[in-house]
């Protein structure tokens, strides 16, 4: 059976971002007789951008005043400045593509902000995530939200065992156009806010406006077969598979053309008019996480190398190098992203099960 949460009287800490699936998931919560404290985390912002934070929290408090839900707050700038900030930049400068929001779920929703919940007398978590949660045989599996189209299993891939037993993910098993409903039905004042688009901490500017505050981005040069055919705004700025960005000289013929690699030593960046010279047959895996525990290898399964990527098939392998995914057919993946693992549920109608992933390196 797949479940968001049951009928228990834990107490439970919902971290409130100020939207409309977190607002939902603590009223659910209520509804079902927990013991509900919505939780607003506040996270670094830079002093250039002009940050939300504020309004959100003004929001995360109303949502609790209409529940009539205790409100607390913790502030983890700290945290989220170095576990997310710092590596996201320090990989941007190394040329590869990080993913800030995986960094987000294992180092402060369900790191810092699961202990100090923990440490207040929470016993069990909650989030507006979409992914849903199985026991069965011992141990939880991570699934599939019910809305596909919305599913976040992908970003909580790093979770384990511990991290999954206490957490609840009550929109899990329902549609964005319920949970909306929803939050018409329950009154809650976020009921019509638009859902947030990209990277909380950036807000309105482009991510070059940003990485051009912490390394160097400047304009370099684009090569096609040892030639130099026009100009990019910065090798850390950009992604293998990536098509556009570019300035091209007058004798150049039009697109598109698809980076292949990006050296930010030299601040070049090599592209081809030939998709397929971007993708790769295999992949080396580093830092591999088993939500459970390490399955038989090689494993056949599908994967996927980016969020709301079409999975495709590949088999994941083992030797004394370390761990390989060979795909099925050739694929685009970018170095630094995450490629997550799943498994077909043999429970018609419950999502595919997520297994685990690694780090994409080439």
């Given at each position: 059976?797949?479940?968001?949460?049951?009928?228990m009287a834990h107490r439970v800490f919902v971290?409130?971002?100020?939207?409309?699936?977190?607002?939902?998931?603590?009223?659910?919560?209520?509804?079902?007789?927990?013991?509900?404290?919505?939780?607003?985390?506040?996270?670094?912002?830079?002093?250039?951008?002009?940050?939300?934070?504020?309004?959100?929290?003004?929001?995360?408090?109303?949502?609790?005043?209409?529940?009539?839900?205790?409100?607390?707050?913790?502030?983890?700038?700290?945290?989220?400045?170095?576990?997310?900030?710092?590596?996201?930049?320090?990989?941007?400068?190394?040329?590869?593509?990080?993913?800030?929001?995986?960094?987000?779920?294992?180092?402060?929703?369900?790191?810092?902000?699961?202990?100090?919940?923990?440490?207040?007398?929470?016993?069990?978590?909650?989030?507006?995530?979409?992914?849903?949660?199985?026991?069965?045989?011992?141990?939880?599996?991570?699934?599939?939200?019910?809305?596909?189209?919305?599913?976040?299993?992908?970003?909580?891939?790093?979770?384990?065992?511990?991290?999954?037993?206490?957490?609840?993910?009550?929109?899990?098993?329902?549609?964005?156009?319920?949970?909306?409903?929803?939050?018409?039905?329950?009154?809650?004042?976020?009921?019509?806010?638009?859902?947030?688009?990209?990277?909380?901490?950036?807000?309105?500017?482009?991510?070059?406006?940003?990485?051009?505050?912490?390394?160097?981005?400047?304009?370099?040069?684009?090569?096609?077969?040892?030639?130099?055919?026009?100009?990019?705004?910065?090798?850390?700025?950009?992604?293998?598979?990536?098509?556009?960005?570019?300035?091209?000289?007058?004798?150049?013929?039009?697109?598109?053309?698809?980076?292949?690699?990006?050296?930010?030593?030299?601040?070049?960046?090599?592209?081809?008019?030939?998709?397929?010279?971007?993708?790769?047959?295999?992949?080396?895996?580093?830092?591999?996480?088993?939500?459970?525990?390490?399955?038989?290898?090689?494993?056949?399964?599908?994967?996927?190398?980016?969020?709301?990527?079409?999975?495709?098939?590949?088999?994941?392998?083992?030797?004394?190098?370390?761990?390989?995914?060979?795909?099925?057919?050739?694929?685009?993946?970018?170095?630094?992203?995450?490629?997550?693992?799943?498994?077909?549920?043999?429970?018609?109608?419950?999502?595919?099960?997520?297994v685990g992933g690694g780090i994409i390196s080439?």
């Open positions: 059976m797949v479940y968001s949460c049951a009928r971290g409130l971002s100020g939207g409309v699936d977190s607002a939902v998931s603590a009223a659910l919560l209520k509804e079902q007789d927990y013991d509900v404290v919505g939780a607003f985390i506040k996270i670094w912002q830079p002093e250039f951008i002009e940050c939300t934070w504020r309004e959100d929290r003004l929001d995360a408090m109303r949502v609790c005043a209409v529940l009539g839900i205790p409100f607390r707050e913790i502030d983890l700038s700290e945290e989220y400045k170095k576990e997310v900030v710092e590596r996201m930049v320090q990989d941007y400068a190394r040329g590869i593509t990080p993913n800030p929001d995986v960094l987000c779920n294992l180092h402060i929703k369900f790191g810092a902000f699961a202990q100090w919940a923990k440490s207040e007398g929470a016993e069990k978590i909650a989030t507006g995530h979409y992914a849903r949660k199985r026991e069965v045989g011992g141990h939880v599996e991570l699934l599939r939200a019910r809305d596909t189209s919305k599913d976040q299993s992908y970003f909580l891939y790093r979770l384990g065992q511990a991290d999954l037993a206490r957490a609840l993910f009550p929109i899990g098993d329902k549609l964005k156009s319920d949970v909306r409903a929803l939050a018409l039905k329950f009154r809650l004042p976020v009921a019509r806010k638009p859902d947030s688009q990209g990277l909380c901490f950036i807000g309105e500017v482009s991510m070059a406006e940003f990485l051009q505050r912490y390394i160097p981005v400047v304009p370099g040069p684009v090569v096609c077969d040892g030639k130099t055919i026009g100009e990019h705004e910065g090798a850390a700025l950009y992604t293998v598979g990536q098509r556009h960005g570019f300035t091209f000289s007058r004798e150049t013929s039009a697109g598109p053309f698809y980076v292949v690699s990006v050296d930010t030593a030299a601040n070049s960046v090599m592209v081809s008019p030939r998709r397929k010279d971007a993708t790769r047959t295999t992949v080396n895996l580093s830092d591999m996480h088993w939500v459970y525990r390490e399955p038989a290898l090689p494993l056949t399964c599908n994967v996927q190398s980016r969020y709301h990527e079409t999975p495709v098939g590949a088999t994941i392998s083992k030797d004394s190098a370390g761990f390989t995914s060979a795909f099925e057919h050739p694929h685009v993946a970018s170095p630094g992203q995450s490629l997550v693992l799943y498994q077909k549920n043999e429970r018609e109608g419950e999502g595919d099960v997520c080439l």
